[in-house]
Structure formats: C-alpha cells, structure tokens
C-alpha cells in the first residue's frame, strides 16, 4: 500500500526551529518528486515547497523562502522540511504530498505544527 | 502570488448538479493545463479528483468532470450524494520559479 507518513510536528516558540520528517513506502521514492503541503487552522490549503527526484531542485513559496529548506534521502525513503526563524503565522497541518504530473496525488495524514509562547 | 479565486461556499440538493468556479491568472490558470481539483473533508488528508484539467485519476468516479476557460477553471460534481460534502480546492502549477497556487477552496453542502 502506498503511504507517506509524517512526523517531527509538536510546539515550538517563535524563532525557534523543528524539522518535518515524511516515510514513504509502497513506490519507488526516487521515481517521483515530492511536495510539503500545509493548511493553517480555519484556512485553506497552502503550496509550500518542491523538490525534484534527486533532489537537485527545489522551488519554494515566497512567504517560506529563505527559511525553510526541502531535501530527501533516496536511500532512506525519506522527506524533509527544516523549519527555521518560526512565525506565529506557520502554525498549521504539514502534509507531504507526492507530485504527479504536475498534480498531488498521494498525500500523508499530516503533523501538527504550533508556534507559540 | 494571489490564490485563484473560488466562490466561499456551494451547495445543491442530492441528485443535483454543482459546478464550483476558479479564476486565476494569465500565470498560472491561464497560463499552464496543469490545473488540478481536490476534495477535502476535515481531518482527513485531501483526495486528488482532477489532473491536467480534465483527467480523472482511476478510482475517481465520473460525477466529477473539469474543464478550463481562459484563465477560469471548473469542477462539476453531477448526481450530488451526501458524501461529496466537503471543501474543494483548485490548484494550479505557476511556473517553474513560482511553483504552486491554491485556491481559497469552496465549501460545498448537499442540502
């Protein structure tokens, strides 16, 4: 079965830092490139970050550019999100997503991220 | 970047048909057929329904059709049944230095 599980979320002052971890099993990891995905209580769903197969590219949206960093390990079937400099306004559900065709067709069940004091 | 624009809420009577609206941009809806519509139901984890537009992933009953206009995409859920309640999201691929944009989502209620 295929399945992307997350974990890593919990309460983090702001300013403070957490790193996102995601397994995947089911697939060939390395076949496809993955997404973070997160959605802000009472908000909607919100793009955060791409990378590429083999991790040579990533895109990121503006309001996380130069904070947070996507990277995988092929190897270990994983994803990651480091998380730094945190805001109030990141506290949401962080879901890693699986890219198809440009498309998210496989996602987790989502961590929890709390940034408060 | 802005979010696409979808209507706040929707909602039709079983049997009915409901089609939910997305106006983007020439740079991203307008732009690309890589528009792509997703079914959410609270706490659980969003579901795909439509890829590149139009494409239904297998599994994905065909009540649910997408079409794209311009810079304005649609999700059309034929034959309502109370489980399609639920928030709809369209999202849509913006270029390689943008990536990703959602829609505000829609609220939909089979009355």
């Known amino acids: 079965e295929t399945q992307l599980e997350e974990s890593g979320g919990g309460l983090v002052q702001p300013g403070g830092s957490l790193r996102l971890s995601c397994a995947v099993s089911?697939?060939?990891?390395?076949?496809?490139?993955m997404n973070w995905v997160r959605q802000a209580p009472g908000k909607g769903l919100e793009w955060l970050s791409y990378?590429?197969?083999?991790?040579?590219?990533?895109i990121y949206v503006d309001s996380v550019k130069g904070r947070f960093t996507i990277s995988r390990d092929n190897a270990k079937g994983s994803l990651y999100l480091q998380m730094n400099s945190l805001r109030v306004e990141d506290t949401a559900v962080y879901y890693c997503?699986?890219?198809?065709?440009?498309?998210?067709?496989?996602w987790g069940q989502g961590t929890m991220v709390t940034v408060s004091s | 970047q802005s979010a696409p624009t979808q209507p706040p809420s929707a909602s039709g009577s079983p049997g009915q048909s409901v089609t939910i609206s997305c106006t983007g941009t020439?740079?991203?809806?307008?732009?690309?057929?890589?528009v792509s519509w997703y079914q959410h139901h609270p706490g659980k984890a969003p579901k795909v329904l439509i890829y590149?537009?139009?494409k239904r992933p297998s599994g994905v009953p065909d009540r649910f059709s997408g079409s794209k206009s311009g810079n304005t995409a649609s999700l059309t859920v034929s034959g309502l049944q109370a489980e399609d309640e639920a928030d709809y999201y369209c999202?849509?691929?913006?270029?390689?230095?943008?990536?990703?944009?959602f829609g505000g989502g829609t609220k939909l209620t089979v009355l």
């Open positions: 089911g697939f060939i990891f390395s076949d496809y490139s």
């Open positions: 020439s740079s991203d809806v307008g732009g690309y057929n890589f």
């Open positions: 990378i590429t197969r083999d991790g040579s590219g990533m």
């Open positions: 997503v699986r890219d198809y065709n440009y498309a998210f067709d496989i």
């Open positions: 590149e537009v139009n």
């Open positions: 999202c849509s691929f913006a270029g390689s230095n943008s990536g990703w944009v």
